[in-house]
């Protein structure tokens, strides 16, 4: 595990902190000495979870339930985590996901908006929320998790998945030449599969099989495999890194 010494005492919002990639990233960024909002839409029994054990181990943190939908909800978010350690260095967008493998013209309007909203739309809100006190203090850290849904046609996923998430590819390059002048850097990750509660609840053994034959690693990815990037992305050795996106998909971008 890499050590980031320059990130003892800054504060980072992990939205999707309460599962999955989400909650590995908040619990390694607590362990670097940053404090952390943990940040839920949903199930506050397991956002206070994650910030009670991050707590009993000697870190700080808070949780927020919030929906990210709403920008009103953002900015109750930063208000509050700026009240309890002052300011926001670094924003994790974590937040997201999709109800089914779903075909296009099995998929309502609804549902649509629904899974566009919470991957795309919550990445602007959570960004339009923080940005200002990171302009302000000439210095942050944007980090957006992705998927490889976002850089190529993927098997086992939904059209409104992709779309969403090659959303925030465009979205970040655009901000991070926005920002760039101002000390904040904008960068994502693109993570392939990776076995967090919700993806297992997903998958058929069929279709993890199907998985393990297309990734040259010969594994599909276990969560702590996502955490490396985003430490890396927010610490002072990626300073000079902007408008980026990591693949940590075992080698099947390549293909």
Same mark, same amino acid.
């Given at each position: 595990m890499g050590l980031y010494p320059e990130l003892r *005492?800054?504060? &980072?919002i992990v939205t999707g902190g309460n599962t999955g990639i989400g909650e590995a990233v908040a619990r390694r960024l607590a *362990?670097?000495?940053?404090? @952390? &909002?943990v940040v839920g839409s949903r199930h506050p029994d397991e956002t206070e979870r994650v910030r009670s054990d #991050? !707590? &009993?181990d000697g870190c700080g943190a808070?949780? #927020? +339930?919030?929906?990210?939908?709403?920008?009103?909800?953002?900015?109750?978010? @930063? %208000?509050?985590?700026? +009240?309890?350690?002052g300011q926001v260095d670094i924003l994790v967008n974590s937040a997201g996901g999709f109800y089914a493998f779903r075909r296009v013209v099995e998929t309502d309007e609804d549902e649509w908006d629904r899974v566009i909203d919470i991957n795309l739309k919550s990445a602007f809100v !959570?960004?339009?929320s923080a940005l200002p006190g990171m302009l302000e203090r000439g210095w942050g850290r944007i980090i957006l998790i992705s998927s490889e849904a976002g850089r190529m046609p993927v098997a086992f996923t939904a059209a409104h998945y992709a779309a969403s998430k090659a959303g $925030? $590819?465009?979205? &970040? %390059?655009?901000l991070a030449r926005e920002v760039a002048a101002n000390g904040v850097t904008v960068n994502v990750t693109a993570p392939a599969t990776t076995l967090s509660p919700r @993806? %297992? *609840?997903l998958l058929s053994p069929e279709a993890e099989a199907r998985m393990l034959e297309v990734t040259p690693i010969g594994r599909i990815a276990d969560v702590d495999d996502q955490v490396g990037a985003v430490l890396f992305l927010a610490s002072d050795d990626a300073a000079y890194i902007t408008g980026a +996106?990591?693949?940590v998909s075992g080698g099947k971008v390549m293909l």
């Open positions: *005492g800054k504060t &980072a *362990g670097q000495g940053v404090n @952390v &909002a #991050i !707590c &009993a808070i949780a #927020i +339930t919030a929906d990210l939908t709403r920008l009103s909800e953002g900015e109750r978010m @930063v %208000r509050e985590v700026t +009240t309890q350690f !959570c960004a339009r $925030l $590819l465009g979205f &970040a %390059r655009h @993806v %297992r *609840g +996106t990591i693949d």
